[in-house]
């Protein structure tokens, strides 16, 4: 079955630092990924993902990714947090079948930062 | 905002009730998507509609029914409730058949409290 797992429930960085989110998944073949981003009482915003092509992925808010097949992760960078990405980081993935891409998500990271 | 809408934002019922959470796609958007976010089992993919006819099912409950209109908008119908079926209900929507913009993007969601 599908599953991803994110290693990290909590994480506390300081304002400036930079981060690292890790996100592991085990799948058939090689599945679309996603990062989603929660804020508290908010819905999922989609940070960026990863179809096809140069596997180090541009998102929104100064976001990339890197998708590593070898080691089957998609690990979510950010060179210089602010405080405003104090979130909930989900990464998720879907099979390749257009039309009928069911995410399947990890547990979350939520990240707090230390001003 | 992701364009897609939800509504009720929250809900308070007993158990043993039913109640009707509606989504409106992005405009454009065929399909919809929806997930329960719990503490106990994170984020799961109850069930897909695509232009109106049911596409895959996740780990909806025999209680919970769902149904695309043909404007596109969708309800999902919860009967019987039960105290654990609190949660977060998230729609997404997605316009499946081109290349890259399969992507979900979700709604701010409906906190169902059953007390």
């Known amino acids: 079955a599908q599953s991803v797992t994110q290693p990290d429930i909590h994480i506390t960085v300081s304002e400036g630092a930079s981060l690292e989110l890790r996100c592991n998944y085990s799948?058939?073949?090689?599945?679309?990924l996603f990062w989603y981003v929660q804020s508290p009482g908010q819905g999922l915003q989609l940070l960026l993902k990863?179809?096809?092509?140069?596997?180090l992925v541009q998102g929104i808010k100064g976001f990339e990714a890197e998708f590593k097949r070898s080691q089957s992760s998609f690990n979510l960078r950010k060179p210089s947090v602010h405080w405003s990405d104090a979130a909930e980081y989900f990464c998720?993935?879907?099979?390749?079948?257009?039309?009928?891409?069911?995410?399947?998500f990890g547990q979350g990271t939520r990240l707090t930062i230390n001003p | 905002d992701s364009g897609v809408t939800q509504t009720p934002k929250h809900l308070i019922t007993a158990t043993g009730q039913r109640v009707t959470l509606r989504c409106s796609p992005r405009?454009?958007?065929?399909?919809v998507y929806w997930y329960q976010q719990s503490l106990d089992q994170g984020l799961q993919f109850l069930i897909q509609?695509?232009?109106?006819?049911?596409?895959a099912k996740g780990n909806i409950l025999e209680r919970f029914s769902a149904q695309q209109f043909p404007d596109l908008h969708s309800e999902l119908n919860l009967s019987s409730l039960e105290l654990g079926d609190s949660a977060l209900y998230f729609c997404?929507?997605?316009?499946?058949?081109?290349?890259?913009?399969?992507?979900?993007?979700f709604g701010p969601g409906t906190r169902l409290t059953v007390l």
């Open positions: 799948y058939g073949a090689t599945p679309y």
């Open positions: 405009s454009g958007d065929l399909s």
């Open positions: 509609y695509y232009n109106g006819e049911e596409r």
């Open positions: 998720a993935v879907a099979p390749r079948i257009q039309g009928a891409q069911k995410l399947v």
């Open positions: 990863y179809f096809s092509g140069d596997t």
């Open positions: 997404a929507s997605s316009h499946p058949g081109q290349a890259y913009t399969d992507t979900q993007y």
